[in-house]
Protein backbone atom coordinates (compact mmCIF):
# COMPACT_ATOMS: atom_id res chain seq x y z
CA UNK A 1 0.00 0.00 0.00
CA UNK A 2 2.61 2.81 0.75
CA UNK A 3 4.20 2.54 -2.99
CA UNK A 4 0.04 2.92 -4.27
CA UNK A 5 -0.23 6.25 -1.37
CA UNK A 6 3.16 7.34 -2.19
CA UNK A 7 1.86 7.76 -6.08
CA UNK A 8 -1.50 8.41 -5.16
CA UNK A 9 0.31 11.65 -3.00
CA UNK A 10 2.69 12.61 -5.93
CA UNK A 11 -0.41 12.78 -8.32
CA UNK A 12 -2.98 14.63 -6.15
CA UNK A 13 -0.93 17.71 -6.51
CA UNK A 14 -1.80 17.77 -10.16
CA UNK A 15 -5.58 16.51 -9.69
CA UNK A 16 -8.56 18.79 -10.64
CA UNK A 17 -10.79 19.65 -8.18
CA UNK A 18 -13.82 17.14 -7.84
CA UNK A 19 -11.80 14.35 -8.79
CA UNK A 20 -10.87 11.20 -6.05
CA UNK A 21 -9.09 8.17 -6.70
CA UNK A 22 -11.04 4.61 -7.50
CA UNK A 23 -11.54 1.42 -8.32
CA UNK A 24 -8.21 -0.84 -7.84
CA UNK A 25 -6.28 2.06 -6.75
CA UNK A 26 -9.10 2.84 -3.90
CA UNK A 27 -9.01 -1.10 -3.23
CA UNK A 28 -5.65 -1.18 -2.25
CA UNK A 29 -5.94 2.01 -0.16
CA UNK A 30 -8.02 0.44 2.14
CA UNK A 31 -6.35 -2.38 2.02
CA UNK A 32 -8.64 -5.04 -0.13
CA UNK A 33 -6.45 -8.48 -0.87
CA UNK A 34 -6.54 -8.22 -4.55
CA UNK A 35 -4.85 -10.72 -6.98
CA UNK A 36 -1.13 -10.16 -7.60
CA UNK A 37 -1.15 -9.23 -11.31
CA UNK A 38 -3.61 -6.23 -9.89
CA UNK A 39 -1.61 -5.40 -6.41
CA UNK A 40 1.79 -5.24 -9.09
CA UNK A 41 0.09 -2.91 -11.51
CA UNK A 42 1.72 0.54 -11.01
CA UNK A 43 -1.31 2.81 -12.92
CA UNK A 44 -3.01 4.75 -10.77
CA UNK A 45 -7.32 5.08 -11.26
CA UNK A 46 -8.65 8.70 -10.91
CA UNK A 47 -12.38 9.29 -11.46
CA UNK A 48 -14.06 12.62 -12.15
CA UNK A 49 -17.96 13.57 -12.44
CA UNK A 50 -19.33 13.92 -15.29
CA UNK A 51 -19.44 16.23 -17.41
CA UNK A 52 -16.00 16.42 -16.81
CA UNK A 53 -13.65 14.13 -19.71
CA UNK A 54 -11.57 11.04 -17.94
CA UNK A 55 -7.94 12.24 -16.95
CA UNK A 56 -5.43 11.54 -19.24
CA UNK A 57 -1.75 11.38 -18.22
CA UNK A 58 1.01 8.87 -17.87
CA UNK A 59 0.28 5.93 -15.42
CA UNK A 60 -3.32 7.29 -14.96
CA UNK A 61 -6.21 5.29 -15.63
CA UNK A 62 -9.24 7.82 -16.46
CA UNK A 63 -12.92 6.84 -15.46
CA UNK A 64 -16.11 9.22 -15.49
CA UNK A 65 -18.83 8.86 -12.84
CA UNK A 66 -22.42 9.96 -13.73
CA UNK A 67 -23.46 10.63 -9.76
CA UNK A 68 -21.38 11.85 -7.46
CA UNK A 69 -20.77 9.02 -5.25
CA UNK A 70 -19.32 8.53 -1.33
CA UNK A 71 -16.28 9.67 -0.68
CA UNK A 72 -13.61 8.91 2.12
CA UNK A 73 -10.59 11.14 3.19
CA UNK A 74 -7.79 8.52 3.70
CA UNK A 75 -4.52 9.91 4.67
CA UNK A 76 -5.55 13.23 3.14
CA UNK A 77 -6.25 11.60 -0.14
CA UNK A 78 -10.22 11.62 -1.98
CA UNK A 79 -10.76 8.29 -2.19
CA UNK A 80 -14.13 6.43 -3.28
CA UNK A 81 -16.10 4.79 -0.29
CA UNK A 82 -15.30 1.39 0.31
CA UNK A 83 -18.87 -0.74 -0.58
CA UNK A 84 -18.51 1.32 -4.31
CA UNK A 85 -15.10 0.25 -4.90
CA UNK A 86 -15.73 -3.29 -3.91
CA UNK A 87 -18.90 -3.32 -6.47
CA UNK A 88 -16.27 -1.73 -9.37
CA UNK A 89 -14.57 -4.86 -8.83
CA UNK A 90 -17.25 -7.07 -10.43
CA UNK A 91 -15.80 -6.38 -13.73
CA UNK A 92 -12.76 -6.92 -12.88
CA UNK A 93 -12.53 -10.07 -10.51
CA UNK A 94 -13.31 -13.82 -10.76
CA UNK A 95 -16.32 -14.63 -7.96
CA UNK A 96 -13.45 -15.98 -5.15
CA UNK A 97 -11.30 -13.00 -5.21
CA UNK A 98 -14.64 -10.63 -5.06
CA UNK A 99 -15.74 -12.74 -2.02
CA UNK A 100 -11.91 -11.97 -0.57
CA UNK A 101 -12.38 -8.81 -0.94
CA UNK A 102 -16.33 -8.41 0.25
CA UNK A 103 -14.95 -10.41 3.41
CA UNK A 104 -11.96 -7.61 3.82
CA UNK A 105 -14.74 -5.23 4.29
CA UNK A 106 -16.16 -6.85 7.26
CA UNK A 107 -13.21 -7.07 9.42
CA UNK A 108 -14.70 -5.44 12.98
CA UNK A 109 -11.31 -3.27 12.91
CA UNK A 110 -11.25 -1.84 9.99
CA UNK A 111 -14.60 -0.35 10.02
CA UNK A 112 -15.25 -0.23 6.13
CA UNK A 113 -19.10 -1.97 5.66
CA UNK A 114 -21.09 -3.86 7.52
CA UNK A 115 -23.23 -7.00 6.12
CA UNK A 116 -26.68 -4.77 6.07
CA UNK A 117 -23.84 -2.04 3.57
CA UNK A 118 -23.37 -4.97 1.54
CA UNK A 119 -26.98 -6.21 0.89
CA UNK A 120 -27.75 -2.89 0.01
CA UNK A 121 -25.29 -2.26 -2.28
CA UNK A 122 -26.23 -5.19 -4.27
CA UNK A 123 -29.54 -4.77 -4.30
CA UNK A 124 -28.54 -1.14 -5.72
CA UNK A 125 -26.69 -2.73 -8.78
CA UNK A 126 -29.23 -4.94 -9.34
CA UNK A 127 -29.72 -5.25 -13.11
CA UNK A 128 -26.28 -3.07 -13.69
CA UNK A 129 -23.10 -4.92 -15.06
CA UNK A 130 -21.78 -7.33 -13.02
CA UNK A 131 -25.25 -7.26 -10.86
CA UNK A 132 -25.28 -11.17 -10.77
CA UNK A 133 -21.59 -12.12 -10.04
CA UNK A 134 -22.18 -9.02 -7.14
CA UNK A 135 -25.39 -11.10 -5.94
CA UNK A 136 -23.08 -14.79 -5.67
CA UNK A 137 -20.21 -12.96 -3.70
CA UNK A 138 -22.53 -10.88 -1.56
CA UNK A 139 -24.33 -14.35 -0.67
CA UNK A 140 -20.82 -16.10 0.26
CA UNK A 141 -19.28 -13.08 2.40
CA UNK A 142 -18.33 -14.09 5.76
CA UNK A 143 -17.22 -12.16 8.81
CA UNK A 144 -13.49 -12.22 10.70
CA UNK A 145 -11.68 -13.30 7.64
CA UNK A 146 -8.11 -12.44 7.85
CA UNK A 147 -6.77 -13.27 4.42
CA UNK A 148 -7.35 -13.99 0.78
CA UNK A 149 -6.04 -17.31 1.19
CA UNK A 150 -7.99 -18.12 4.00
CA UNK A 151 -11.64 -16.75 1.71
CA UNK A 152 -10.38 -19.14 -0.60
CA UNK A 153 -10.06 -22.16 1.27
CA UNK A 154 -13.34 -21.45 2.77
CA UNK A 155 -14.92 -21.52 -0.79
CA UNK A 156 -12.91 -24.49 -1.84
CA UNK A 157 -14.59 -26.76 1.23
CA UNK A 158 -17.84 -25.07 0.30
CA UNK A 159 -17.04 -26.57 -3.36
CA UNK A 160 -16.64 -29.44 -2.01
CA UNK A 161 -20.00 -30.10 -0.86
CA UNK A 162 -18.26 -30.17 2.99
CA UNK A 163 -20.35 -28.46 5.98
CA UNK A 164 -19.83 -24.12 5.64
CA UNK A 165 -17.20 -24.42 8.92
CA UNK A 166 -17.58 -20.91 10.97
CA UNK A 167 -14.79 -18.39 10.24
CA UNK A 168 -11.98 -17.25 13.05
CA UNK A 169 -14.16 -18.44 16.27
CA UNK A 170 -12.25 -19.65 19.53
CA UNK A 171 -12.83 -22.35 20.81
CA UNK A 172 -12.76 -23.33 24.72
CA UNK A 173 -10.82 -25.75 26.00
CA UNK A 174 -10.70 -27.92 29.31
CA UNK A 175 -9.90 -25.82 32.30
CA UNK A 176 -6.11 -23.78 32.70
CA UNK A 177 -5.39 -23.97 29.42
CA UNK A 178 -5.99 -20.70 27.07
CA UNK A 179 -9.23 -20.99 24.54
CA UNK A 180 -7.89 -21.38 21.08
CA UNK A 181 -8.93 -18.88 17.65
CA UNK A 182 -9.14 -21.22 14.85
CA UNK A 183 -9.12 -20.32 11.24
CA UNK A 184 -12.43 -22.52 9.81
CA UNK A 185 -14.30 -24.23 12.59
CA UNK A 186 -16.75 -27.24 12.55
CA UNK A 187 -17.45 -27.33 16.58
CA UNK A 188 -20.58 -29.72 15.40
CA UNK A 189 -17.44 -32.23 14.66
CA UNK A 190 -14.52 -30.85 16.30
CA UNK A 191 -12.82 -29.94 13.64
CA UNK A 192 -10.55 -27.57 12.54
CA UNK A 193 -9.31 -26.62 9.42
CA UNK A 194 -6.19 -24.05 9.19
CA UNK A 195 -4.14 -22.20 6.67
CA UNK A 196 -0.57 -21.42 7.70
CA UNK A 197 0.74 -18.47 5.98
CA UNK A 198 4.59 -17.99 6.28
CA UNK A 199 4.66 -15.72 8.74
CA UNK A 200 3.78 -18.55 10.68
CA UNK A 201 7.93 -19.94 9.97
CA UNK A 202 9.56 -16.45 9.62
CA UNK A 203 8.45 -15.57 13.27
CA UNK A 204 9.77 -17.54 15.83
CA UNK A 205 7.68 -16.39 18.72
CA UNK A 206 4.49 -17.26 16.36
CA UNK A 207 5.78 -19.94 15.60
CA UNK A 208 6.23 -21.03 19.32
CA UNK A 209 2.94 -20.41 20.21
CA UNK A 210 0.70 -21.93 17.24
CA UNK A 211 3.06 -25.27 18.47
CA UNK A 212 1.66 -25.19 21.89
CA UNK A 213 -1.93 -24.04 20.43
CA UNK A 214 -2.13 -26.83 18.23
CA UNK A 215 -0.94 -29.32 20.79
CA UNK A 216 -3.91 -28.15 23.54
CA UNK A 217 -6.54 -28.49 20.80
CA UNK A 218 -5.39 -32.04 20.03
CA UNK A 219 -5.08 -32.83 23.74
CA UNK A 220 -8.79 -31.47 23.65
CA UNK A 221 -9.70 -34.26 20.75
CA UNK A 222 -10.02 -31.72 18.04
CA UNK A 223 -8.46 -33.05 14.98
CA UNK A 224 -6.53 -30.29 13.22
CA UNK A 225 -5.57 -29.71 9.48
CA UNK A 226 -3.19 -27.54 8.22
CA UNK A 227 -3.72 -26.30 5.15
CA UNK A 228 -0.23 -24.74 3.78
CA UNK A 229 0.44 -22.69 0.22
CA UNK A 230 1.63 -26.25 -1.85
CA UNK A 231 -1.19 -27.93 -0.37
CA UNK A 232 -2.80 -29.81 -2.98
CA UNK A 233 -6.32 -29.77 -3.60
CA UNK A 234 -6.87 -33.32 -3.86
CA UNK A 235 -4.86 -33.98 -0.56
CA UNK A 236 -6.86 -31.02 1.23
CA UNK A 237 -10.14 -32.40 -0.17
CA UNK A 238 -9.26 -36.31 1.42
CA UNK A 239 -7.55 -34.58 4.87
CA UNK A 240 -10.94 -32.97 5.47
CA UNK A 241 -13.05 -35.91 4.13
CA UNK A 242 -11.75 -38.26 6.34
CA UNK A 243 -11.67 -35.99 9.13
CA UNK A 244 -15.65 -35.22 8.98
CA UNK A 245 -16.29 -38.82 8.28
CA UNK A 246 -14.60 -39.88 11.50
CA UNK A 247 -16.73 -37.48 13.47
CA UNK A 248 -20.16 -38.24 12.17
CA UNK A 249 -20.43 -36.32 9.09
CA UNK A 250 -22.50 -37.74 6.31
CA UNK A 251 -23.01 -36.05 2.75
Known amino acids: MDNALDRCRAFQQRMPAGAFFSHTTAAILFGMPLPSSLETDQRIHVSVLAPDHALRARGVVGHTAEIRPGLRELSGLPVLEPITTWCQLASLLERDDLVAAGDHLLRDELALATAADIAAAVALHSGKR ?122
Open 130 to 251: GSRLLREAGALIRPRVESRRETRLRLFLLECGFPEPETNMYIPLPRGKARARGDLVYFRYRVLVEYDGEQHRTDDAQFNRDAERLHDLRAADWLVITVRKGSSKEWVRAAVSEALLSRGWRP
